[in-house]
Structures are given as C-alpha cells and as structure tokens.
C-alpha cells in the first residue's frame, strides 16, 4: 500500500530493502483488514464529537425548551407525566436539564425495554418518547463500538484499534524520506495518477500518526477485555477510585456499572452502598435531586433511584468540565451522603485515564477539542480512501496485488520480535496477527493462492 520505487532507486542495503518489503507486506495486511473499520470508526467517531449540537438543532423538539420566570415543577411531578405518556413504566433515572433552556430527560422501563421521556420542565409537557436503542446519539455510539453485534464484534473492534496503531507506526517507517523528491510533504501528480493517492495516503498519515495513535490508545480504557484488564491494574494498585471512600458503609455485591444508568469509567467497578435499615419512610426522589443541588453539583445531573429497599440514591454528573465530574450515593432513608466523590479524588490512573477519554470524546478543551478530533477522523477516512484507490490502480487484474515477499528471511526475526511485543500489550490484536501470518504462510506455500495473491 506504499511505494518502492523511490527506496528502490536509492543506495540501500539488500537487508534495508528487505525490511521495507517485510514492513510493507504486512502494513497492507493490516491496512485490508482494518481500513472498513477505521472508516466506521471515523464517521461515527466525527459525529458523536457533536452530539450536544446534534441534540440542540436537528432534535430540539425534545430537547429544547423556552425558558420561563416561572419555577420548574418537582422531579417527581415530571416522573409521572412521563409515565403516564408511557404506561406500565417504571423509573430508571431522571436527569435534570442542563440550563434554563433544557428539557428533563426520564429513563424509564416498560415491557423490558428502556425508554427515553423528554419533559417540559416548566410545564410538565411530554415533547417526546423514544425507546433508549433508537435515539440518534445512543446509535451512533452502538455502531461506534459495535455493541450491535455482541461482544465478539466489540472485541474486534478493541483488536482494530490495536492494528490502527502498527498502521501507524508502520506508516511512519515507509513514509520516513528516502531521497524521493515528493511524497513527504507535498503531493504529486493528479487524481487520476496512482502517485497522487500514494502521497495522500502517506502525507495525511504522517502528518495525523500520532492523533490517530492517540484516538486507538484513548478509546480502548472502553474495551472489554483491555479495558478490564486496565481496571483491574488501577484498583489493584490503587490508581483508580479511592476504596477507601467506602470503608465506612456497608457495600452490596453489586457494582456501580450495573446500577447506575450512566457511570463514568472509573467508577464502573465501584461497589453500590446500601442505606441503613430505619423505620422511617424513603426520601423520594425530589428530596434526593435537592441533597444533590445542595452539594453544588453540576447542572445536567443524572440521578438513579434505589434498586430495593437496601438501595441507594445515587445523583452523578460527568460535564466536559473533569473538575466538576462527581458520584454521590444518598442513603434512601437518611437522605444523606454516603459517598461523594469527585474527579479531585481518583487515582493517578484514573485521572490521566479519564483525561484521555474526556479529549478523545472533544470534551476538554471545547470547540477546539472537537475540530481538533474532526480533523483526525477527517483523516482517517482521508487516507483509508486513498488507501484503497491506490491499491485499486496498482493491483494486477483479477490478482489481490499483495506487496512482494522479501528476498531473504532473515529480517523476520526482528518484526517477530517485535509482534510477540505487541502481542503482549495489545492481546486480541496480537491473536489477529497470528491468524494474519497464518492466512500469509498458506499464501506462501500453496502455488494456486500465490499467484491470486500476488
């Protein structure tokens, strides 16, 4: 997926050429296997970036609301407007509008589904209901991650990421000058020449490599199994939520990830306090959304009721703000805090985790974060089209075009090397590179498959 020609003219060694040879046998492995997945990734990566501004323009029926003098009416009044607009329901969470201007949302759940109730905060008006798995952003994001698909397809998605990064690195060793006089900065020829869409590619990957990189590293935390794996290093070690929090108060065997409607990264594996047993009645929800206003949490907020009669209140919010990110869990019967933490409070690794997250999401440093994010998807898509014209121009009819073996093999040791490296820090991707050499050692010895490969 790269061209030879300049390294070729240039003075190299025969073990320089057959480096770059190897590197660009499996650069366009990697690059056919995860080129439609990257282009998934990109575009519905760009448009989660402005999922607020989707929210506020093409869905401000339901979202948006005119402000009034007058005071928003109770939680629990708009609970049962929503339920009555969705009978048989019950509550999952209630979030509270964001501004003046916006509408509650009520995730509710009725005949086993989740359900969204966007409410006039002012009137009580139901503007909308949408089951959870339709609304537009909750989509965007299931594709994004292929949680469509069951947790294999996610799996290979986290293993895409893996190979996003060898593409990069990759790239970088082919695009790195070797005396050619294009093709590093500048582009050459024009869109119907094979050299324009090479330099396309080459130029757009170098000069993103590093956001692209940044993009697959930031969004695995999110993974199942690499994810899991990095959580499970931060409680160990103590880098992660502050478990100290909850020494104080009894805890259920259920986690935060499971009871809460929405729960940041690092608080998925939290355990869920439980309220003292008391003689006296719950709370209820309008004084669990007031102990959460008193504590001056972000607008926006999301509050969860109490599972059963030993459950919690627990109000959260996670605002671009990372400062302002904040759990507290409410005792149902007390109505107070029982934990209240905030981004102030997780771990060294949690921290630079959800810093990550918060870029790769456009979140931390506004409008300039999210173009910035854009420009990188832009990129993707940029360079994975190109990719594929130039692969398309220079393929022998009716053959795949696969770049040619190297002459000697004595430049496998180093690649394998470093493949059983990447392995070990990328495991579901190392498991693809394996099945990738396999397909490419069949390829090698079965004369029919050869030449189709070829």
């Known amino acids: ?57 093409l869905f401000a029926h339901r979202n948006v609301v005119a402000a009034q003098a007058s005071a928003p009416l109770p939680p629990s009044e708009l609970v049962s407007r929503a339920q009555a607009a969705v009978p048989g329901s ?30 006039n905060p002012y009137t009580g008006a139901v503007l909308d209901t949408v089951a959870k798995r339709q609304e537009f952003n909750e989509v965007v994001r299931k594709l994004h991650s292929l949680d469509y698909f069951g947790s294999y ?30 093709g590093v900065v500048t582009v050459r020829g024009t869109p119907s020449k094979r050299v324009f869409w090479r330099d396309t590619h080459a130029v757009t990957g170098a000069v993103a490599g590093l956001f692209i990189a940044f993009l697959a590293v ?65 709370i ?13 949490m972000a607008p ?19 605002p671009a703000d990372l400062a302002k990110v904040r759990t507290i869990h409410i005792d149902q019967y007390a109505g107070e805090p029982l934990v209240d933490i905030g981004y102030a409070d997780y771990g060294a690794l949690a921290k630079l985790t959800e810093l990550g997250i918060n870029v790769h999401m456009g979140q931390e440093f506004g409008l300039a974060n999210q173009l910035l994010m854009l420009a990188t998807c832009l990129a993707i898509i940029l360079s994975s089209v190109a990719a594929l014209v130039m692969w398309l121009k220079r393929r022998p009819a009716g053959r795949l075009g ?16 470093m493949a059983i490296a990447f392995g070990i820090l990328f495991p579901l991707s190392g498991l693809l590179i394996v099945a990738m050499v396999a397909v490419d050692l069949l390829v090698r010895n079965v004369a029919p498959l050869r030449r189709a490969f070829s």
């Open 284 to 296: 209820g929800l309008d004084r669990a959304v007031a102990v959460a206003r008193s504590k001056g």
């Open 300 to 318: 926006g907020f999301e509050v969860t009721p109490p599972a059963d009669a030993a459950g919690v209140y627990t109000a959260a919010v996670f």
């Open 218 to 282: 930031s969004g695995l935390p999110w993974s199942s199994f690499w994810g899991g794996k990095l959580t499970e290093i931060a409680t160990a070690t103590g880098t992660g939520y502050p478990a100290a929090l909850w020494d104080a108060v009894p805890t259920s065997g259920e986690h935060a990830a499971h009871a809460m409607d929405t729960v940041g990264w690092t608080m998925e594996s939290s355990p869920m306090p439980m309220s003292h047993a008391a003689a006296a009645a719950p």
């Open 1 to 57: 997926m790269t061209d030879l020609t300049a390294s070729a003219r240039a003075p190299s060694s025969t073990l320089a050429i057959d480096t770059y040879r190897a590197i660009w046998r499996w650069h366009f492995y990697a690059g056919l296997i995860a080129v439609p997945f990257m282009i998934l990734l990109a575009v519905t990566g760009s448009l989660y970036l402005f999922r607020d501004e989707i929210d506020g323009t």
């Open 153 to 182: 397809a996610n799996r290979l998605i986290e293993a895409i990421a893996g190979f996003a990064i060898i593409l990069v690195v990759s790239g970088l060793y082919l695009w790195w000058p070797r005396r050619q006089t294009g």
């Open 402 to 417: 696969v770049p040619p073996y190297p002459t000697s093999r004595r430049v496998y040791g180093a690649l394998w090397a």
């Open 90 to 119: 019950t509550l999952s969470a209630y979030r509270e509008p964001a501004g003046p201007t916006g509408s509650a949302r009520i995730a509710l759940r009725a005949d086993g589904e989740a359900v969204y109730a966007f409410v």
